[in-house]
């Protein structure tokens, strides 16, 4: 069975054992849930606002002044609406007193089974392993940023100051191979704790230099359509490409929909859980949008249509921020990497151990020996270094991983899902209705996915492995 994990842009992972401490007992035999309305939007602000704050600017370069913000808010919309789908999800049967789920997978399980647990866990595999080359990605650039700033504050703007980004890949890589043989490392409650101070610390830093840049000057040339053909890109084309690119960006940014059944399960009740997670993603969808239309708006009024991938990488003054800023994305990401894979590496080891008893660790403890979890730990974290050194492009993997969430994750299940718990007949109104939503998504997928694969294409012509500067 797949693992469940945190995910998206944000924080990654929050302790999700929101217990009072007492000893008393839920009637599932699990320590009391104390959660609330206002402990679970924490928990859905603090994952979702993280890395992928950092394109948003960008993608509404792409897209203009007409198209970004309803972009934007069309994506709260569905991702608000598949969030209330998947709350009424969390238990079988009765919504107030029907067996409960604990993991997005399990829900998956008890409504779906066969195949469709079998593509979840596809799909959540394809996220980790991607995610963890998008975070090596974004934290050695940000590395890199740091002593470019300098180097433009000490040696003047027109100095060479680019950086070789795969040195900085490497070295983030051998990091997270020592990181990754703590076998408990993601349980660590302060490993949380630092991500979301430093996901909000760098978002709200980027928002603030944006807004500072918008009022002094000097900014770039905003349009209503956003990049302009013959100006800012080569031909229609490249403009379409671009533009579903740009969706992959924004739906990157949303997705956090897997950890919603972990954060219901926090909630107490009555009332029940379902109507509370439905005020609790208002909340959370409602703030974050709002901080991504700040940013997004800001960083495109701040260097219009030529806005960089990551928006930190447009501002070199006042180069301590700066540098502060980029150090806390590398803080979040070197967390937020073992957050996010040692989840895979606890699943992958367990089905070894039953599967080869040899490889075992001894005293029948659960998991493998020492050797074994050395060895295959260092060549996975070695293969997701490789891939950030072959595949160096910001924007175009996070398309890719915002591609591969969203139509799946976000929409397909809780539509499937809701429809078979509420016994929707088939082709009636509202049958037909989820279905075309989901349809719908599905297309912006597939074009979002064909895009950044194709700006990885594009990226490719001039590229050569370990020389890539910024």
Known sequence: MPPEQGMSGGAMDIDMQTH????????????????????????????????????????????????????????????YYTCCLLSDCYRVGDPATGKRN???????????????????GFCQYANMFGTGIGYTITASASAAAILKSNCFHWHGHEADCSQNTSTYIVAFGVVQVIFSQLPNFHELWWL??????????????????????????????????????????????????????????????????????????????????NKTMRQASILGVATTTAFYMMCGCLGYAAFGNSAPGNILAGFYEPYWLVDFANVCIVLHLVGGFQVFLQPLFAAVEAGVADQWPCAAAPGGGGGVNSVFRLVWRTLFVALITLGAVVLPFFNSILGILGSVAFWPLTVFFPVEMYIRQREIPRFSGTWMALETLSFFCFLITIAAGAASVQGVRESLKDYVPFQTRS
Not at 107 to 117: F, R
């Open 102 to 120: 604990y993991t997005y997978t399990e829900a998956v399980e008890s409504y779906l089974g066969g195949w469709y647990v079998f593509f979840c």
């Open 192 to 273: 949380s704790v630092i991500a979301a101070v430093m996901s909000f610390s760098y978002a709200t830093i980027a928002v603030g230099l944006a807004l500072g840049q918008t009022i002094s000057g000097p900014t770039g040339k905003t349009t209503l359509y956003g990049a302009q053909v013959g100006v800012d890109v080569v031909d229609s084309t490249q403009k379409i490409w671009l533009t579903f690119q740009a969706l992959g960006n924004i739906a990157f940014a949303y997705s956090y929909t897997i950890i919603l059944i972990e954060i219901q399960d926090t909630l107490r009740s009555p009332p029940a859980e």
């Open 20 to 79: 009072d401490g007492h000893g008393e007992l839920d009637d599932d035999g699990k320590e009391k849930r104390t959660g609330t309305v206002w402990t679970a939007a924490a928990h859905i602000i603090t994952a979702v606002i993280g890395s992928g704050v950092l394109s948003l600017a960008w993608a509404m370069a792409q897209l203009g002044w007409v198209a970004g913000p309803v972009i934007l808010l069309l994506f709260a919309a569905i991702t």
